[in-house]
């Protein structure tokens, strides 16, 4: 089984800053079976990046993801206000077939 | 645009049954390229895939361990949906339940979730 450890657990910023957050992975994950979340508030967790790289529709370019192997991370450019979230790595697998780390809480400085 | 409607009730007592359906609009529920998932979340287990179904050709389905023997997801054809069952409920079952779609190894579609709580 293999485990997802995101950090910071939260990060404090202010808008317009660069955030910089990560997932490490327990065993090597293929990149194409990487995604990350932004979850607000009240709300479901909805797709930012699949496939470690790649932005899901409807998504801005100051949201990027990188990483391969055991290290993936979630970049965002420059902080707008309504960035300021929890944000959670998936990866697909075998058993269980998705996991998900625990979390990143983005909060305003 | 994809859209997951879900329904069923917020409370339900221990050792009893919860029961949630996922309504689909815009998809179908035997699309042969994505799956029909539930997941759930709480502060003591995060984020948890329950299990899924999907249409290749026939049915198949994917529990997770941690559940598998409690749970059973089942599609609907004639109303486009498909449903959450999971057997003899804990109070450690109560959570917010989300349906979603799996695409390409992620998931791109997501219901607004239901907070079932169970207790007497």
């Known amino acids: 089984e293999i485990v997802l450890t995101q950090s910071p657990g939260t990060l404090s910023l202010s808008p317009g800053e660069r955030a910089t957050l990560s997932c490490r992975a327990s065993q090597s994950v293929s990149s194409s079976y990487l995604a990350w979340y932004q979850q607000k508030p009240g709300q479901a967790p909805s797709l930012l990046i699949y496939?470690?790289?790649n932005r899901a529709t409807g998504i801005p370019d100051r949201f990027s993801g990188s990483g391969s192997g055991t290290d993936f991370t979630l970049t965002i450019s420059r902080l707008e206000p309504e960035d300021f979230a929890v944000y959670y790595c998936?990866?697909?697998?075998?058993?269980?077939?998705?996991?998900f780390g625990q979390g990143t809480k983005l909060e305003i400085k | 645009q994809v859209q997951l409607q879900q329904s069923g009730p917020g409370l339900v007592k221990p050792s009893q049954t919860l029961s949630l359906t996922c309504a689909i609009s815009g998809d179908s529920v035997s699309s042969n390229t994505v799956a029909w998932n539930w997941i759930r979340q709480s502060p003591s287990r995060g984020l948890e895939w329950l299990g899924r179904t999907y249409y290749r050709s026939t049915w198949y389905n994917d529990y997770a361990i941690s559940v598998k023997g409690r749970i059973t997801i089942n599609p609907d054809t004639s109303k486009n949906q498909f449903s959450l069952q999971l057997n003899s409920v804990t109070p450690e079952d109560t959570a917010v339940y989300y349906c979603?779609?799996?695409?390409?190894?992620?998931?791109?579609?997501w219901g607004k979730g239901t907070t079932v709580t169970v207790s007497s």
């Open positions: 979603a779609r799996g695409y390409s190894y992620c998931m791109d579609v």
């Open positions: 998936q990866q697909y697998g075998s058993s269980p077939r998705y996991a």
């Open positions: 496939g470690a790289s």
